[in-house]
């Protein structure tokens, strides 16, 4: 319940809305894969893990431990449907994907 509590908060959707905001310019509809777009991919995994990392020490447990929580709870739960787009944008055509889209509805 703690973890997705955390993965639902203001602070994250507000952390991670404000990395897009920041960032979606360089994003355009190329096929094109830029240099940029990698480093940009980076420092966004980068914020991933701290957060992780944060919400670990806050709550006395390993990563193991909440995952292995995740993976318990049922087929339907709410964990693991927002687990399972955490790991989705951990994919870097994941996120490039969502960097574009966000670029072509800022761009209308």
Known sequence: DKFLEFL???GW??????????????FDDSDEHKLTYTDLYKAYIAQLDAKMEAFCKQN???PEVVFEAVKKSGPNSDAKAFVGCLLAHSDYDEFVNMMKEEARSRRK
């Not at 959707?13 to 979606?24: M, P, Q, S, Y």
Request: aromatic content about 10%.
């Open 8 to 10: 639902t908060s203001e």
């Open 13 to 26: 959707e507000a952390e991670n809305d404000a990395f897009v905001g920041k960032h979606w310019e360089v």
């Open 60 to 62: 006395d447990v390993t």
